[in-house]
Each structure stands twice: as structure tokens, then as C-alpha cells.
């Protein structure tokens, strides 16, 4: 039904706040990651980070109005990337089913656990031993967040939204986020940030681009 329609929800996330810090992650327990980063420190990710007032990583989808229409798993797979001993992207999202293909570009083991806070999507624990190992997994059930973490490199995490719909984006380090191909109707919408309490907004989409903003405030 997605391709159908020609409206979409966009919007920017702001930070309103003194500048959040990122505090430097000790990588000095793995050789081969401290070397990655021995001009640049590794920076925790699960924090606020913000760039010029904008949020980054904030997951925005539609809350409400979208059972109307059924929804195509999409074919192509989500990437999640192990590169630098951090998992690229951090915050993703996916559709209930959809393959969450999970690689490993480092040439150092990692372990890859898929953690269900909330009890609703079955728990994996895999190793990725080589460089280019890849491992395929699919989420049945919506759950936000979804937790994947390396027990071998403590630091590194990745959040996952899980949709019954495919009505989602997250913000980039800019703090725009986009949804396309909403059908027309009134929609919740809503705001996700791992370390905050979440945005409620209201949006009516037509045939062309609606808009929507928020504030997180620390």
C-alpha cells in the first residue's frame, strides 16, 4: 500500500538543553580496538547527541491510524554493521519479519545478542568470528526498543524499532526525519529517544507534505 500514496510526514527533532557530553569509551581492554581509535577515542552513542540545537537517532513513526491498509514485508534486507568496534547504524528500524542481515567487517570476533526488554521477540546470541561473517535474523513481534549488544566489547549497542507498518524514520544528525507514501488521514505521531520520554504530536496528511516538530528538554 506504501507506494500508492504521495503524502508524507516530515519534520526536525530539537535538543533544548546545555550540550550534552559524550563520554570517552575505554577501549583499552581489546588491542585491536584501541588501535582503531588511537587518533580519535571512541565516543558513547547512547547518549543525547546533538549537533547545532538538532537531536540525532530519534526514531519518529505513525502511532496511530495505520491499520487501515495491509503491508509488504520489504525484501530487502536491514544492514547492521560491525566496523571500529561500534554497530552502524546505531538506532534502526524494521517491519515485523523483515532480515536484519548482521555482518562483521572487523577482523576481530564479536558476539552479536538480540535482547527483548520486554519479553515479546525471541533472544539470540551469535559469534562472528572472522571479518565478513554474516548471520540473518527476523523479529516477529512490534517492540520498541529492541536491544543488540557485543558481550565481548561492552560499549556497543544498537536500539530497534519493530513496526507492523512501514511508517517510520529516524533523525539524522541534522534532526530532519522524513516518512514518505502516508495514505491521507489524521495520524499520532510519535518521538523515540533512548535516554528521554517520548513526544506525542498530531499530523494530518493530504496529498502532499505534512509537517511536524519536536522538542526533547533535558
Request: neutral net charge; contains cysteine.
Amino acid at each position: 500500500a506504501k507506494d500508492k500514496f504521495k503524502g508524507s510526514v516530515k519534520g526536525v527533532v530539537s535538543y533544548d538543553g546545555p550540550q550534552p557530553k559524550r563520554p570517552q569509551i575505554d577501549t583499552s581492554g581489546d588491542k585491536a580496538c584501541h588501535a582503531m581509535h588511537a587518533a580519535e577515542p571512541l565516543r558513547k552513542e547512547d547518549v543525547a547527541i546533538v549537533k547545532d540545537g538538532k537531536l540525532a537517532n530519534v526514531i519518529v513513526y505513525l502511532k496511530s491510524g495505520t491499520d487501515k491498509y495491509t503491508y509488504e514485508t520489504p525484501a530487502v534486507p536491514v544492514v547492521l554493521d560491525q566496523k571500529g568496534c561500534q554497530y552502524y547504524p546505531h538506532v534502526f528500524c524494521v517491519t515485523v519479519d523483515q532480515v536484519i542481515q548482521v555482518k562483521n567487517s572487523d577482523a576481530l570476533a564479536h558476539n552479536v545478542h538480540g535482547i527483548s526488554p520486554a519479553k515479546l521477540n525471541s533472544e539470540f546470541n551469535i559469534s562472528q568470528a572472522n571479518v565478513g561473517a554474516t548471520d540473518k535474523k527476523k523479529l516477529a513481534e512490534v517492540e520498541l526498543p529492541y536491544t543488540i549488544q557485543c558481550d565481548v566489547h561492552k560499549w556497543m549497542n544498537a536500539k530497534v524499532g519493530v513496526f507492523d507498518h512501514p511508517f517510520f524514520a529516524v533523525t539524522k544528525e541534522d534532526g530532519t526525519f522524513e516518512i514518505a507514501g502516508v495514505p491521507p488521514g489524521d495520524y499520532e505521531v510519535e518521538a523515540w529517544h533512548e535516554t528521554m520520554k517520548t513526544q506525542l504530536g498530531k499530523v494530518s496528511v493530504k496529498d502532499g507534505a505534512a509537517e511536524v516538530n519536536f522538542t526533547f528538554k533535558k
